[in-house]
């Protein structure tokens, strides 16, 4: 007997107490471009590196006749002018992901211009760029171990997890690299954020690469590389402020289909009638890691520690309270399951059991992976031929907790998004304390919507969307979400992003949660660190990797 | 690899950005400014000059007193004002199905009339039909694929105004006779498999007569 389950209301999903409680699963980015890219060649092609480590390593990536390179700049940094905000100038080591392979002029070209970043410029011949700080202590520490002949101390590496934090990781057509459309037809790039994901993972293994290198150079003769086992439980830390979190309003469709490929995933898997031992035992190993690895996720945020007191007593609760009891012979045991992690777990442990979920099943999961990108454009026009009833009868269908939302309350208000003039970044400020609200970002939907819904209600007739837009194009940016909401419905946020109960870094985790990161790990309300690949297979083995590496 | 740039160029993606933000910071609304970025980029793609004519276009715009308010019943050829290229292109857009029924329509007196173009290219694609869009001397074809043909070369052109404007629907026909598309699908025909009687009988899924 089938079961027809629903997916998940987005009115609840949506609200940003519970995208800020996603985690990693296997429609991550980092784990599906590892699982698309085992088949690929990874290569060191040139180390250029003097005896403190700077220089320029390059790698590539190839098959058949495709070639992605990734050229490494390492520069010398004083202490004093190292630091992970958007407003730094100078960093560690900066990156540029090459399309084909960099000639010598290319390199030049290049070494004239990444370390410089925002302020440099790339050509159609680049396709996305990075930075990176080292976390000093356990940089400073990793090479002084491995040149006096040891291996570094475990605790320290579990405790920091990288060698260096990216500080930003651009793409699409920013500071001259290659537009998005330009190499859209790729089959191997149809996968969302692969060329970011890819130089990730390549600087990852420059990171290794480095640290065995200076150690080398520093002592010859007593030297020894860095442990296969300890490189593969480190990963690539990333310091992550607001930039992420407009990117989320302003790609509605393709916040869609990331939150639709989640909600489609599990509708599936709790429709399967009958589950196997080997599937069950899969979730539970991986049930059984996550609750290992939480003894690792670091942080002093108060905010975090609470949400990760909460996630242990969940997987307690879980354990003990329902897993022990978990018959194979019933049907349905995935619904079942389902049903009692919503009732009786709070947003961490539910969010956490639907990425388990996920695990045993590829033949789900990798078909959603490759309807994860959206194609904006099919969703820009707004269509002037429909009626003012029906835009409203979208708002009251799609924006009913939205409408509830008083705004005439300073606290509804409190805050505007703006863009720096300084580093052309967004940035959020108390509108009643700060200057410049008049420059305000379109970043405040829903009172938005609640302005659209009120004056739609004051229309003494009907009049169609072109006739209502010709009286109020003020509104326009709005009244395109409404026809994108009506055929995406997991295409908005359904929360406040102005009002003073906002936690920005909410918005981060979501993003960033699709990207694969863990141990989220903020640093105040708008920024947080987090880590890349930890756990993931190296470079020299990525064909032999298996998909499970998180739970290693 | 990608080929056909130059190193220098400006992204697409930075276009749209600027464009919308400029436009913004010039007093339109960010739903207009969305549409203004789109179509600055559109004109770039066409190898015209779009972000020389909307920065000539901004720094003008409040001295040319422009009609920003339009009914397609009144557009006529007597304006009396001179026609924003951005409210009447938006304006027409959202009543794209109107410049359908209407199939033509004639007006004097446009400001920066390769502005308005790409406004024309979406309502092309809207509707599915190809548009002509006469500006004075210039005549340009907008196909709904997303391409157009030009009776000049308007390349870094900026152009200020124009004293008349039609739009045109064009009827989407056929650009070859019968006779030579009977000679096409003749020849056409010669991948197709001569059917038996065996054949007949077998190799459809519903048998030769149905009357049950």
């Given at each position: ?12 999903i949506?609200?940003?107490s519970k995208l800020g ?13 590892i ?11 040139i180390?250029?590196l ?5 220089g320029?390593i ?11 390179s990734?050229?490494?700049?390492a520069?010398?940094l ?9 407003i730094?100038?100078?960093?560690d080591?900066?990156?540029v ?14 070494r004239?211009?990444v ?5 440099g ?5 680049e396709l996305t760029l ?5 976390s ?18 475990l ?5 920091v ?8 990781v ?17 089959s ?9 994901m890819?130089?990730v993972y390549?600087?990852?293994?420059f ?5 065995n290198?200076?150690?080398k150079?520093?002592n010859?003769?007593?030297?020894v590389?860095l442990?296969?086992?300890i ?5 690539i ?5 607001l930039?992420?979190a ?8 393709l916040?869609h ?49 609470q ?5 242990k ?8 309270n329902?897993?022990a ?8 045991i995935?619904?079942?399951l389902?049903n ?5 777990l ?10 388990l979920m ?5 033949e789900i ?18 269509p ?9 009868e979208?708002i ?8 509830e ?7 509804e208000?409190?805050?505007?998004w703006?863009?720096?003039?300084n ?19 379109p ?7 609640k ?6 209600d004051?229309?003494?007739a009907?009049?169609?969307v ?8 003020d ?19 359904q ?6 109960n ?6 981060l ?7 694969g990161?863990?141990?989220f790990?903020?640093?105040?309300d708008?920024?947080?660190r ?7 297979p ?15 | ?13 930075e276009?749209?950005?600027?464009s919308k933000?400029a ?11 969305e549409?203004?970025?789109k179509?600055i ?14 920065n ?17 019943a ?12 951005i ?54 074809e907008?196909?709904l ?6 009776n ?5 052109k ?5 004293e008349?404007?039609t ?6 026909e ?7 598309w009977e ?14 009687e ?6 459809a899924?519903?048998?030769?007569v149905?009357?049950d």
């Amino acid at each position: 007997m089938s079961q027809n389950i629903s997916h998940r209301d987005p009115k609840e999903i949506m609200k940003l107490s519970k995208l800020g409680s996603f985690h990693q699963s296997k429609l991550s980015f980092l784990r599906s471009f590892i699982r698309e890219f085992n088949d690929w060649h990874f290569k060191r092609e040139i180390c250029d590196l003097d005896s403190n480590g700077y220089g320029t390593i390059v790698y590539s990536v190839s098959k058949h006749n495709r070639t992605y390179s990734l050229v490494c700049f390492a520069n010398e940094l004083d202490d004093s002018e190292r630091s992970d905000r958007v407003i730094a100038t100078k960093w560690d080591a900066a990156f540029v992901l090459h399309d084909g392979k960099p000639t010598k002029d290319d390199i030049e070209r290049l070494r004239n211009n990444v370390p410089k970043q925002e302020v440099g410029r790339c050509s159609y011949k680049e396709l996305t760029l990075s930075r990176a700080n080292r976390s000093v202590r356990l940089f400073n520490h990793v090479i002084d171990s491995l040149s006096q002949g040891k291996q570094p101390d475990l605790k320290l590496i579990k405790e920091v997890g990288y060698l260096y934090r990216t500080t930003a990781v651009y793409g699409s057509g920013k500071f001259g690299l290659a537009d998005r459309y330009r190499i859209k037809n790729r089959s191997e790039i149809n996968g969302p954020f692969r060329l970011e994901m890819m130089l990730v993972y390549l600087v990852r293994q420059f990171t290794f690469d480095q640290v065995n290198h200076v150690a080398k150079e520093k002592n010859p003769e007593s030297a020894v590389k860095l442990d296969k086992e300890i490189a593969r439980s480190l990963g690539i830390g990333n310091s992550t402020g607001l930039g992420m979190a407009p990117f989320i309003i302003n790609h509605p469709s393709l916040l869609h289909q990331w939150i639709f490929a989640k909600e489609e995933a599990l509708k599936q898997i709790r429709e399967i009638e009958s589950v196997n031992k080997e599937q069950l035992q899969l979730f539970i190993k991986c049930l059984n890691q996550s609750e290992i690895n939480l003894k690792d996720w670091n942080t002093e945020s108060e905010y975090q520690l609470q949400k990760i007191a909460k996630l242990k007593s969940d997987i307690t609760n879980l354990k003990d309270n329902y897993l022990a009891n978990i018959n194979l012979e019933d049907e349905f045991i995935w619904n079942k399951l389902y049903n009692w992690v919503e009732s009786n777990l709070s947003d961490e442990g539910i969010e956490l059991v639907v990425s388990l979920m996920m695990e045993p099943y590829d033949e789900i999961i990798n078909p959603l992976v490759r309807q994860m990108s959206s194609n904006e454009e099919s969703y820009f026009e707004i269509p002037g031929e429909r009626l003012t009833t029906d835009l409203k009868e979208i708002i009251e269908n799609s924006y009913s907790n939205i409408i509830e939302i008083d705004f005439s309350k300073d606290l509804e208000n409190e805050n505007f998004w703006f863009i720096s003039k300084n580093k052309e970044e967004p940035r959020i400020a108390n509108r009643f304390e700060e200057e410049g609200s008049d420059l305000e970002q379109p970043l405040a939907i829903a009172r938005d919507i609640k302005d659209l819904h009120v004056r739609l209600d004051n229309l003494e007739a009907q009049q169609t969307v072109a006739e209502f837009l010709s009286n109020n194009n003020d509104l326009r940016h709005i009244v395109r979400r409404c026809f994108i909401i009506e055929k995406l419905p997991y295409s908005e946020i359904q929360d406040n992003s102005i009002g003073s109960n906002l936690v920005p870094i909410d918005m981060l985790r979501l993003k960033l949660s699709y990207f694969g990161a863990q141990k989220f790990d903020p640093r105040s309300d708008k920024w947080l660190r987090i880590c890349m690949y930890q756990g993931a297979p190296l470079m020299e083995e990525i064909h032999n990797s298996h998909d499970n590496w998180m739970y290693s | 690899m990608i080929t056909g740039c130059t190193l220098e160029m400006r992204t697409s993606s930075e276009i749209i950005t600027v464009s919308k933000r400029a436009a913004k910071a010039s007093g339109f609304s960010w739903g207009v400014s969305e549409e203004i970025g789109k179509n600055i980029n559109l004109l770039e793609m066409f190898n015209l000059s779009g972000v020389e004519n909307f920065n000539q276009y901004l720094k003008e715009k409040d001295s040319l007193n422009l009609e920003s308010k339009f009914n397609i019943a009144n557009l006529s050829s007597s304006n009396s004002s001179v026609c924003c290229p951005i409210f009447l292109g938006i304006y027409l857009l959202d009543n794209s199905n109107k410049v359908l029924n209407l199939k033509k329509i004639k007006f004097s007196r446009l400001a920066y009339p390769l502005i308005f173009l790409p406004f024309m290219q979406r309502i092309s694609y809207n509707i599915g039909k190809n548009i002509r869009l006469n500006f004075d001397d210039v005549q340009i074809e907008l196909h709904l694929t997303n391409t157009l043909s030009i009776n000049q070369d308007l390349k870094r052109k900026i152009i200020k105004s124009a004293e008349a404007v039609t739009i045109e629907v064009l009827e989407n026909e056929d650009s070859f006779s019968n006779k030579v598309w009977e000679e096409l699908h003749e020849l056409s025909t010669n991948t197709f498999v001569e059917e038996n009687e065996r054949l007949k009988s077998n190799a459809a899924g519903a048998g030769l007569v149905d009357n049950d």
